[in-house]
């Protein structure tokens, strides 16, 4: 007769369900070689491979993707199965090619249950389970690499995958630096898919892109990734164009000057009563784009009372040793935390943060009320430790990964000791163990109503970068003023906006809001004004001004505040001014001027802000 035995340890690792024939009357116990035939013969027919699944956009979605050449796959609550699917091709097509590539995308699940599935008619059994909905067990991973036997192999990632499928997980994030195909080779990306497979034949894996396969290499684009997962509500940053064709772009096989794999960029989903949201690589204007759709998504998560708590990752750092950094993503990521984290609020839930890229483990104390983590020791190469700043709770150059219990309002993170393969590191610990622990607590509703949100605000420059046209800067500084929208360079988007000393005079030269962005104040309103700027050339000393001035309805000028900033190089310097109003029905005029440009000199501005009550 026929039976099925679960063997862990198939090729990779993962837990296959072999065939094996055996004499009805027999009676005797399996013996290692027989189970060592079985699976040479159940690895024989499984023709399909880099098998993985990862969460949809509901609980009750998930995602299946595999290499081969079957493109239907059976699936059930038990080895039964009881459902087919047909399974398409991806719409980004992966650029290391020799596929088919499949994807399906299965509806109407059961969440936190597990289900079987096989591939094709010679698939073996393997399984994955929907979205939690209680407590569960979260791991993360960063900067890998492959076991690839290419130009660089990192032979330890056998044992960490192994490690991680062991602690049973319901949900794995990849933080970026996945295959290293681009500095390893095309090969490094198929062996990636399959390295992952002791986990990813079990556990939702989701990702966040890093710098490695974002970059511009023919042996490595974001197309080999985008093209074998889709972002739970998916979203698309905005240098992300229908013709990027290199770093968070790639080219078409169809048309080259096309872009063939453009969204997926970053996304956000559920687990349990947790909201995580990923965040993209600092490409032009990423992250106040995704401040914009980040901060409405967390208002709403403070409301809903069956999320406890939100937790960001991505790749770059925000705050760490070692640099890597990104002042941007920072300045983003505080704003949130100012606003949704128990240090801003009783009923706080933005507890934490996960970067990755600086290869060490990190736990820092809370910036804003966010608790920041670096896991970047997931195994790529020899991890070195870095000095320890000021608020560093834990640092360690020895291989790690993140384990993350989720139970009630509370969450404990761990850094795991990973395999003893970097000599280097200057760290010693026992694989599997504990190197550092902490428990953060979110906010479940148990401590009684929450108190009103606080007061909110808004920017109220809808042109801050003059992207398609000078719509609210039509106002000159004086006569001898001139503006024009350029290419010449910029701070975000495409465009800035030259402001230019139109005479053959010394003098002043400047633009002014028009019409205003504040067109009717109430008195003693807060507003935070910003710009950056940019000289003409090295050497070439320029003082410019950033003024906010108050205005009556006669035309009189009730209030001003202003900053001023020389410099003489062609770096991009930020001005800011803090204005309280002082009474109501006035206007606000923002003010941009150079006091003493050169004859016909100019300088640049972009990325204006006026932030106020809204």
């Given at each position: 007769?026929l039976?099925?035995l679960?063997?862990?340890g198939l090729?990779?690792?993962?837990?296959?369900?072999v065939?094996?024939?055996?004499?009805?009357?027999?009676?005797?116990?399996?013996?290692?070689?027989?189970?060592?035939?079985?699976?040479?013969?159940?690895a024989?027919i499984?023709?399909?491979?880099?098998?993985?699944?990862?969460f949809?956009?509901?609980?009750?979605e998930?995602?299946?993707?595999?290499?081969?050449?079957?493109?239907?796959?059976s699936?059930g609550?038990?080895?039964?199965?009881?459902?087919?699917?047909?399974?398409?091709?991806?719409?980004?097509?992966?650029?290391?090619?020799?596929?088919?590539?499949?994807?399906?995308?299965l509806?109407?699940?059961?969440?936190?249950t597990?289900y079987?599935?096989?591939?094709?008619?010679?698939?073996?059994d393997?399984?994955?389970r929907s979205a939690?909905?209680?407590?569960?067990?979260?791991?993360?991973?960063?900067?890998?690499?492959?076991?690839?036997?290419?130009?660089?192999?990192?032979?330890?990632?056998s044992?960490?995958?192994?490690?991680?499928?062991?602690?049973?997980?319901?949900?794995?994030?990849?933080?970026?630096?996945?295959s290293?195909?681009?500095?390893?080779?095309?090969?490094?990306?198929?062996?990636?898919w399959?390295d992952?497979?002791?986990?990813?034949?079990?556990?939702?894996?989701?990702?966040?892109?890093g710098?490695?396969?974002?970059?511009s290499?023919?042996?490595?684009?974001?197309?080999?990734?985008?093209g074998r997962?889709?972002?739970?509500?998916?979203?698309?940053?905005?240098?992300?164009?229908?013709?990027?064709?290199?770093?968070?772009g790639?080219?078409?096989?169809?048309?080259?000057?096309?872009?063939?794999?453009?969204?997926?960029?970053?996304?956000?989903?559920?687990?349990?009563?947790v909201?995580?949201?990923?965040?993209?690589?600092?490409?032009?204007?990423?992250y106040?784009?995704?401040?914009?759709?980040?901060?409405?998504?967390?208002?709403?998560?403070?409301?809903?009372?069956?999320?406890?708590?939100?937790?960001?990752?991505?790749?770059?750092?925000?705050?760490?040793?070692?640099?890597?950094?990104?002042?941007?993503l920072r300045?983003a990521?505080?704003?949130?935390?100012?606003?949704?984290?128990?240090?801003?609020?009783?009923?706080g839930?933005?507890l934490?943060?996960?970067?990755?890229?600086?290869?060490?483990?990190?736990?820092?104390?809370?910036?804003h009320?966010?608790v920041?983590?670096?896991d970047?020791?997931g195994?790529?190469?020899?991890?070195?430790?870095?000095?320890?700043a000021?608020?560093?709770?834990?640092i360690?150059?020895?291989?790690?990964?993140?384990?993350?219990?989720?139970?009630?309002?509370?969450?404990?993170?761990?850094?795991?000791?990973?395999?003893?393969?970097?000599?280097?590191s200057?760290?010693?610990?026992?694989?599997?163990?504990?190197?550092?622990?902490?428990t953060?607590t979110g906010?479940?509703?148990s401590?009684?109503?929450?108190?009103?949100?606080?007061?909110?605000t808004k920017?109220?420059?809808?042109?801050p970068?003059?992207?398609?046209?000078k719509?609210?800067?039509?106002?000159?500084y004086?006569a001898?003023?001139?503006?024009?929208?350029?290419?010449?360079?910029?701070r975000?988007?495409?465009?800035?906006?030259?402001?230019?000393?139109?005479?053959?005079t010394?003098?002043?030269?400047?633009?002014?809001?028009?019409?205003s962005?504040?067109?009717?104040?109430?008195?003693?309103?807060?507003?935070d004004?910003?710009?950056?700027?940019?000289?003409?050339?090295v050497g070439q000393?320029?003082?410019?001004v950033?003024?906010?001035?108050?205005?009556?309805?006669?035309?009189?000028?009730?209030?001003?505040?202003?900053?001023?900033?020389?410099?003489?190089?062609?770096?991009?310097?930020?001005l800011?001014?803090?204005?309280?109003?002082?009474?109501?029905?006035?206007?606000?005029d923002?003010?941009?001027?150079s006091?003493?440009?050169?004859?016909?000199?100019?300088?640049l501005?972009?990325?204006?802000?006026?932030?106020?009550?809204s």
């Open positions: 007769m039976r099925r679960r063997v862990p090729m990779t690792g993962c837990l296959v369900a065939l094996l024939a055996t004499t009805a009357g027999l009676g005797h116990a399996v013996t290692v070689a027989e189970v060592t035939g079985a699976v040479a013969s159940a024989a499984e023709p399909n491979g880099e098998i993985h699944s990862s949809g956009d509901a609980p009750d998930m995602w299946l993707y595999w290499r081969g050449p079957d493109s239907v796959v699936f609550p038990d080895l039964g199965y009881g459902s087919t699917a047909q399974a398409v091709a991806p719409t980004a097509t992966p650029v290391d090619t020799s596929g088919p590539f499949w994807q399906v995308e509806t109407g699940l059961t969440p936190n597990t079987h599935y096989a591939i094709g008619n010679s698939g073996v393997h399984t994955f939690p909905t209680g407590d569960f067990v979260w791991d993360d991973i960063g900067d890998t690499g492959t076991t690839y036997r290419g130009g660089c192999n990192t032979p330890w990632m044992q960490v995958w192994q490690q991680i499928a062991a602690e049973q997980p319901a949900l794995v994030t990849h933080g970026g630096d996945i290293y195909a681009n500095s390893c080779g095309k090969p490094a990306v198929h062996q990636f399959e992952i497979a002791p986990v990813a034949t079990q556990a939702a894996m989701q990702f966040a892109w710098n490695h396969e974002a970059g290499s023919q042996a490595d684009s974001l197309g080999n990734y985008k997962f889709n972002m739970p509500h998916a979203q698309t940053v905005p240098s992300d164009t229908p013709t990027t064709v290199s770093g968070v790639c080219p078409s096989p169809a048309d080259p000057t096309k872009n063939g794999c453009r969204g997926d960029d970053w996304g956000y989903f559920t687990a349990g009563h909201l995580f949201v990923a965040y993209p690589e600092p490409w032009t204007g990423a106040p784009d995704w401040l914009s759709k980040v901060d409405p998504l967390m208002a709403q998560a403070e409301a809903d009372p069956n999320i406890f708590m939100i937790v960001t990752y991505g790749h770059r750092p925000a705050y760490g040793n070692g640099g890597g950094g990104d002042l941007d300045a990521i505080d704003t949130l935390g100012d606003k949704y984290s128990p240090a801003a609020r009783p009923d839930k933005y934490l943060n996960v970067a990755h890229h600086v290869h060490s483990g990190q736990a820092l104390t809370a910036r009320g966010v920041h983590l670096v970047g020791a195994g790529t190469d020899i991890v070195t430790t870095a000095s320890a000021a608020g560093t709770l834990f360690s150059g020895h291989f790690s990964h993140l384990r993350t219990t989720f139970s009630g309002d509370r969450l404990t993170y761990s850094f795991i000791c990973g395999p003893d393969s970097s000599p280097a200057g760290n010693t610990c026992t694989a599997g163990s504990v190197m550092f622990s902490q953060l906010y479940d509703g401590g009684g109503p929450p108190p009103p949100p606080p007061p909110t920017d109220y420059i809808t042109n970068s003059f992207e398609t046209d719509v609210g800067w039509t106002g000159l004086n001898q003023s001139k503006t024009v929208r350029t290419l010449v360079d910029k975000d988007g495409q465009y800035s906006l030259k402001i230019v000393r139109n005479v053959n010394v003098g002043p030269a400047g633009v002014v809001s028009k019409p962005w504040v067109a009717t104040t109430t008195a003693a309103a807060h507003f004004a910003g710009v950056w700027v940019r000289g003409q050339k000393s320029q003082a410019v950033l003024q906010i001035d108050e205005v009556n309805p006669a035309g009189t000028i009730v209030g001003t505040k202003s900053t001023t900033l020389t410099f003489s190089d062609v770096a991009w310097h930020q800011t001014v803090p204005y309280t109003t002082v009474g109501a029905n006035n206007h606000l923002f003010v941009v001027y006091p003493t440009l050169k004859a016909n000199a100019w300088f501005a972009d990325l204006a802000s006026l932030v106020g009550p």
